[in-house]
């Protein structure tokens, strides 16, 4: 344990006017910690296929003001996110992750696609991601942070599009968290884990609804249905 770690968590103790802990109760904490037990999970999305899981994921998703375009394949990524921007009359210039997940997608069959890969800046309007995991039970993407994923891209653009495969969609939370600790591996978590509901909103003033607020106006999802990764 660092210097300074311990420095913290002494004057925690001497706040709370206790000591260390014994060795029998530390491996009790140590092995809660470890096994990552599961509350109540509700049944909504956990009793259905997995089908079933995807069907509700959009339907909770389209509830909260996202759109979602379903397509067959990577194949046609890239015909869904340039007719969604022509359908709104939207920039085709956009800023896209170096994710892996999306190098696989002949976004050069749309040249007038104009795609800058890297980080998002002021300037950017359109934002291209692609997702970790999907939450059913509640229509909620789930974003990492990464040298591939920086977290700005998620929220700087007014307009963020995510990929999404199938089967990345998940029944609860519960399972989001179970897939990144094996993929990530025990203490290897992301600096930044994101749960996206819909557009950015707020309600503060005159308990008024406004989309935009404090992030994008407008998140579009292009579900691949076929579940393959790139």
């Known amino acids: 344990m660092s210097e300074a770690r311990e420095q913290i968590l002494g004057t925690l103790r001497r706040s709370l006017k206790r000591g260390r802990l014994d060795a029998g109760r530390r491996a009790e904490l140590e092995a809660r910690l470890a096994a990552h037990r599961r509350n109540l999970v509700p049944a909504r999305a956990a009793a259905l296929d997995h089908a079933g899981q995807v069907e509700l994921f959009v339907r909770m998703a389209e509830e909260v003001q996202t759109t979602v ?17 022509s359908q709104r009359n939207l920039p085709s210039r956009l ?40 939450v059913a039970e509640t229509g ?40 990144l600790r094996a993929a990530q591996g025990a203490g ?9 509901t819909g557009p950015s909103r707020t309600g503060d003033i005159e ?18 249905d076929d579940g393959a990764a790139s």
Do not use: K
């Not at 990492?144 to 307009?159: A, E, V, Y």
């Not at 290897?188 to 996206?196: D, G, H, K, Q, S």
């Not at 308990?207 to 579009?220: F, K, S």
């Open 207 to 224: 308990q008024r609804l406004e989309l935009g607020a404090h992030g994008p106006r407008r998140l579009h999802i292009v579900l691949v």
């Open 95 to 134: 800023v896209m992750t170096p994710d892996p997940q999306l190098d696989g997608i002949p976004w050069s069959e749309r040249p007038m696609l104009e795609i800058r890969r890297g980080r998002a800046e002021d300037a950017d309007q359109v934002g291209v991601t692609a997702a970790f995991a999907a």
């Open 69 to 85: 375009a379903r397509v067959a394949s990577a194949a046609e990524v890239p015909a869904a996110v340039a007719d969604y921007l």
């Open 140 to 179: 909620t993407l789930m974003l990492i942070s990464g040298p591939d994923s920086p977290t700005r891209n998620n929220f700087l653009p007014d307009t963020h599009v995510v990929v999404l495969r199938r089967d990345q969609v998940m029944a609860s939370y519960e399972e989001g968290w179970s897939r």
């Open 188 to 196: 290897a978590l992301p600096r930044t884990v994101n749960f996206i």
